[in-house]
C-alpha cells in the first residue's frame, strides 16, 4: 500500500521535472536563435533583424538590457523607426555598466538617420536651445548624416554671424561636396568670394548652375570672365619672363665670347686699367715694352 501511495506520489514529480527540463532545451534552443539572428543582423540584411526583435520579445523583459542590445542594433542596422520607437521606450530606462541613458543613444543615431528632432547635447539632452541642436547637428553632418540634418543645421547658420560662418562653409561645402546640393553649393561659393578665393567660387558657382540652380549662371559666367582674364595675364607674365631669361642667357654667352676674345671690360661698371695704355694682353706687353725702354735710356728711372 505504502509503495503503491510513494508511486503515485512520485508520477507528477517526475513528470513535472520532465516537463522543468523541456521547457529548459526550449528556452536555450529560442536564445540560440536570437543570438545567431543578432548577429546577422545588418544594413544590408534585414529580415534577421526584425527575427531577433521578435525573439527578444518573448524571451527578455520589455525594457531588459537584452531588448535595449537588440534594439540598438536594428537601429544601427536601418530601422529609422526602431530607433525612434526604442528612444520613447527606454526613456526612463537607465543602466548601473553605461555612461549615460541609453535613450541618447538612441536619440544620436536617429539624428544621424534625419530625425534631427532628436539632435540634443549629451550633457543637457532636454535642452530646447535651437544653437545646442543646431551644433549637435552640423558635428553629425560632417560625420557623415543624413542630408536632412545637414540641411537643417545650415538653415540655422546660414542667418548667423561671427564664428558661426566657419560652420556655414562647412555644412554648404558638405552639401555641396557630398550631395551636388545647388542652393549648398552656391552658399559656399558666396563664403568663397567673400574670402576673396574667386576661382573656387567660379567652380562652385559653375556647379550650382549645372545642379539646375539658375540664378548661380549669372556668377558663373561674371567669374569665368574674371578668372580667364587672370590667366592671360599671367601666361603674358610668364612668357615676358621666358624673353627676360633668354636674352638674359645671350647676353651672359656673348659677353664670355667677348671675354676670350680678349675684352676685359664690364658693363656699366668703372674700374681703374691695368696699365695706362689698357687692360687688354696687347696694351699690357707694350707698358712693358715702354718700361724696359725706359730703363735702357735712363737707369735710375723710377720704373727701373
Known amino acids: 500500500m505504502i509503495s503503491r501511495l510513494v508511486r503515485l506520489l512520485l508520477v507528477p514529480l517526475i513528470f513535472g521535472g520532465a516537463m522543468l527540463s523541456s521547457g529548459s532545451a526550449v528556452a536555450q534552443d529560442k536564445k540560440a536563435q536570437w543570438w545567431s539572428n543578432l548577429e546577422a543582423c545588418s544594413f544590408e540584411n534585414q529580415p534577421p533583424c526584425h527575427k531577433a526583435v521578435e525573439l527578444a520579445a518573448g524571451l527578455f523583459g520589455r525594457t531588459d538590457r537584452d531588448v535595449a542590445t537588440t534594439w540598438m542594433k536594428v537601429c544601427m542596422a536601418g530601422d529609422s523607426d526602431r530607433c525612434e520607437i526604442g528612444y520613447r521606450r527606454f526613456r526612463t530606462t537607465s543602466f548601473e ?54 540641411w537643417q543645421a545650415l538653415g540655422y547658420y546660414r542667418n548667423q554671424k561671427g564664428y558661426h560662418n566657419a560652420i556655414t562653409y562647412d555644412l554648404s561645402r558638405t552639401l555641396c561636396e557630398r550631395y551636388g546640393a545647388g542652393s549648398a553649393c552656391r552658399a559656399w561659393a558666396e563664403a568663397l568670394e567673400a574670402n576673396w578665393d574667386h576661382r573656387r567660387a567660379y567652380k ?32 603674358a607674365k610668364l612668357e615676358a619672363d621666358l624673353r627676360r631669361q633668354a636674352a638674359a642667357q645671350r647676353t651672359t654667352t656673348w659677353r664670355t665670347q667677348a671675354n676670350n676674345n680678349g675684352y676685359t671690360s664690364t658693363t656699366g661698371q668703372m674700374r681703374t686699367p691695368t696699365t695706362p695704355f689698357g687692360s687688354s694682353s696687347r696694351d699690357v706687353e707694350n707698358w712693358r715694352r715702354y718700361e724696359r725702354n725706359l730703363c735702357l735710356g735712363n737707369p735710375v728711372n723710377k720704373y727701373c
Open 97 to 150: 555598466e553605461d555612461g549615460r541613458p541609453i535613450s541618447h543613444m538612441f536619440a544620436r543615431i536617429s539624428c544621424f538617420a534625419g530625425m534631427y528632432d532628436l539632435c540634443r547635447p549629451w550633457d543637457d539632452f532636454e535642452t530646447t536651445d535651437p544653437g545646442k541642436r543646431a551644433l549637435v547637428m552640423a558635428d553629425v553632418c560632417l560625420q557623415g548624416a543624413s542630408p536632412n540634418t545637414c
Open 204 to 235: 562652385f558657382h559653375k556647379m550650382s548652375c549645372e545642379s539646375g540652380l539658375q540664378e548661380s549662371c549669372p556668377d558663373a559666367a561674371r567669374l569665368k570672365r574674371r578668372v580667364d582674364y587672370e590667366n592671360r595675364q599671367a601666361q
